[in-house]
């Protein structure tokens, strides 16, 4: 299945070039968000070949009160 929605790149000379949209949500774009995923589970994949014991961690910023309202919507 081809990407659903596909950019279209153009040099200075006005040569047109398409590439995916690489998207992660299958919702809007199932055959880049396939690959994305594939790419996410090999990445886990090799970084835990070999290792004993692996440790994930997520790093965040201060809330809003840093650094103001972060989505538009609620």
Do not use: N, W
């Not at 919702?27 to 290792?51: F, K, M, N, Q, W």
């Not at 994930?56 to 809330?63: E, M, S, W």
Request: charged fraction near 20%; charge should be negative.
């Amino acid at each position: 299945m081809p990407c659903e929605y596909p950019i279209v790149l153009l040099d200075h000379e006005h040569h047109a070039m398409t590439v995916r949209c690489k998207g992660s949500d299958s919702a809007v774009c199932p055959e880049c968000a396939e690959l994305h995923r594939g790419d996410v589970r090999t990445s886990i994949l090799e970084a835990l070949d070999g290792a004993e014991t692996a440790t994930f961690f997520t790093l965040t910023a201060p809330g809003a009160d840093a650094f103001g309202q972060v989505h538009s919507q609620r």
